[in-house]
């Protein structure tokens, strides 16, 4: 796989498992993945990627784990997987390779925090859009945004529906006559009926209640 040897673990006519050994030094990783006396296998748009836990003093030399006041550097070849709680507040981050945040369990709480984060021709990523981050991850930056970033939460299935009942002045209840997965604290837009006064009211969602077969 990727040119280095996977040794492997079980075999079936479906299925093969292998461990990858080391990559020899940062290389960029590929999606090359043969088997001897059979050839190139199609991935079907799989991929994959040797990364590097950030809590782990190794991906930093040896040294130390980043902390509150420190400069990093990941370079190009580095694929740096984001597994910590939290960063203290870094100086700078360079990313010419990966910074990867994954997805974690809901509810879980996370934080990374840096004056400025730099991706030059490398990448940071934030979820993918088939497993988007649907838990709380703070990102606090100061500065500039040098390079688009990628970022996928958690996707809405409903984004409109009507009201069962009419909605109240300052009532913090309303009653919808379709199922919505709408969370607590989650911001809606509330239209009139009456579409000759085009005006809407921005309301913070306190309960929601579902009322039809």
């Not at 190139?40 to 130390?64: I, K, M, P, R």
């Not at 390779?97 to 984060?117: E, K, Q």
Request: net charge negative; with cysteine; aromatic share 8%.
């Amino acid at each position: 796989m990727d040119g280095i040897n996977c040794t492997v673990v079980s075999a079936t006519d479906e299925e093969v498992v292998c461990t990858t050994g080391k990559r020899p030094g940062l290389i960029k990783t590929s999606t090359e993945f043969s088997i001897d006396g059979m050839g190139d296998c199609a991935l079907q748009g799989n991929t994959f990627l040797y990364v590097n836990h950030w809590s782990e003093e190794d991906t930093w030399g040896g040294e130390f784990v980043p902390t509150t006041g420190d400069s990093i550097w990941v370079p190009e070849g580095l694929n740096v997987l984001y597994e910590a709680d939290s960063t203290g507040v870094l100086n700078a981050v360079i990313v010419e390779g990966s910074l990867i945040f994954p997805p974690r369990p809901v509810g879980s709480n996370f934080t990374f925090d840096a004056h400025y984060i730099m991706v030059n021709k490398g990448l940071l990523e934030i979820g993918i859009e088939e497993d988007p981050i649907c838990h709380n991850l703070t990102i606090t930056l100061h500065g500039y945004k040098y390079d688009p970033l990628d970022i996928h939460g958690a996707p809405v299935n409903t984004v409109w529906t009507d009201l069962n009942h009419t909605a109240e002045k300052e009532s913090n209840e309303i009653t919808l006559s379709t199922i919505v997965d709408w969370k607590v604290d989650d911001e809606i837009i509330i239209a009139p009926s009456n579409y000759s006064h085009l005006e809407a009211e921005e309301n913070i969602v306190t309960k929601v209640e579902y009322s039809g077969g």
